[in-house]
């Protein structure tokens, strides 16, 4: 039976990489060459879509500049880009070279002079698709460098309709994933920093496979490798997965903590046969209606300081 997901407008079958990837550190040049490589070797192994990580392009982890300013400073205003920038463009010629498209973080040029945002870009064959802005920043790595986004675009594709989350968006903060997969994303992305704590790569399969599955997706989870100068070692872990019809969420391939790329393809024909028997999305806009109004009465409440604020700090 067809449903958004294996909407016959789009591939049935769409091949997904990921790569657990280090940044050349503070060498945007020399990482961008990393890249190519990358995506022309998803390209010879059949992907239709490389992700990358959060920040890819670019050297993360705390700086002691940005952190003393509470502000970005000089160097990585420099560093940052417009979305269609010439690292964008040297990775549109990739695309268009191996007829792939490509997700990348990096740091992005604001809107504003002094503002800078960590973004995530999606590239095809025939250019720059969109760009996210993440919207849950770290308190206070993050928000003394950048601006959080002030939007949740579904990116409509060749391959189908993208959301992406970057990090902390996607870990702890489930609403984003659900409203994308409202508007009609049938695959999640996840561009990730994730630091080698205990358990990193367990729980970012987990997180990944959860967000699947309560949203009936596939999603794909792409991490950072490494030690950066900032001593920061990050996890690895990547993984791409979804539910398994008549079972449930299921790895399709994942990485460790060295630097690989690994590939899966997603089979949206099967993943409707979970839609045959729980059309949530149907149910949830539909009969279930009352429910929807009902979350959205709540965040509303939320949202204006009716209900859930914040305890007051010790004093």
Not at 14 to 29: G, H, L, Y
Not at 165 to 175: A, T
């Amino acid at each position: 039976m067809a449903h958004h997901v294996n909407d016959p407008t789009f591939p049935t079958v769409v091949t997904v990489a990921c790569a657990n990837f280090a940044a050349v550190a503070r060498d945007k040049s020399a990482t961008l060459d990393k890249m190519r490589h990358v995506i022309a070797e998803a390209a010879d192994r059949g992907a239709d879509l490389i992700v990358f990580p959060e920040l890819a392009l670019n050297t993360w982890g705390e700086c002691p500049d940005c952190r003393d300013r509470q502000a970005p400073c000089s160097w990585h205003l420099e560093q940052a880009e417009p979305a269609d920038g010439p690292a964008a463009a040297a990775i549109a010629e990739a695309a268009a070279r191996h007829g792939i498209h490509v997700i990348h973080g990096f740091e992005e040029t604001g809107d504003v002079p002094g503002v800078i945002h960590n973004s995530a870009s999606i590239i095809g064959p025939h250019g720059l698709v969109g760009t996210y802005r993440k919207l849950h920043l770290g308190i206070p790595l993050e928000t003394n460098r950048f601006t959080p986004g002030d939007s949740l675009p579904v990116f409509d594709t060749e391959l189908g309709p993208i959301g992406i989350s970057i990090c902390y968006d996607f870990y702890n903060n489930p609403e984003l994933s659900r409203i994308l997969c409202f508007k009609g994303a049938r695959l999640l992305v996840n561009p990730t920093g994730r630091s080698a704590l205990p358990h990193a790569r367990e729980n970012l399969t987990q997180a990944t496979l959860v967000r699947a599955q309560e949203n009936l997706v596939y999603a794909a989870s792409a991490n950072r490798v490494g030690i950066d100068p900032s001593g920061t070692e990050w996890a690895g872990g990547s993984v791409i997965g979804g539910p398994d019809f008549p079972g449930f969420g299921l790895a399709l391939a994942a990485a460790d903590a060295e630097e690989e790329t690994i590939v899966a393809e997603l089979d949206f024909d099967a993943l409707a046969r979970w839609y045959d028997l729980l059309p949530w999305r149907e149910w949830r806009l539909g009969p279930q209606h009352r429910v929807t109004d009902l979350v959205r009465r709540e965040f509303e409440a939320i949202a204006d300081g009716s209900i859930g604020s914040p305890a007051p700090r010790g004093g």
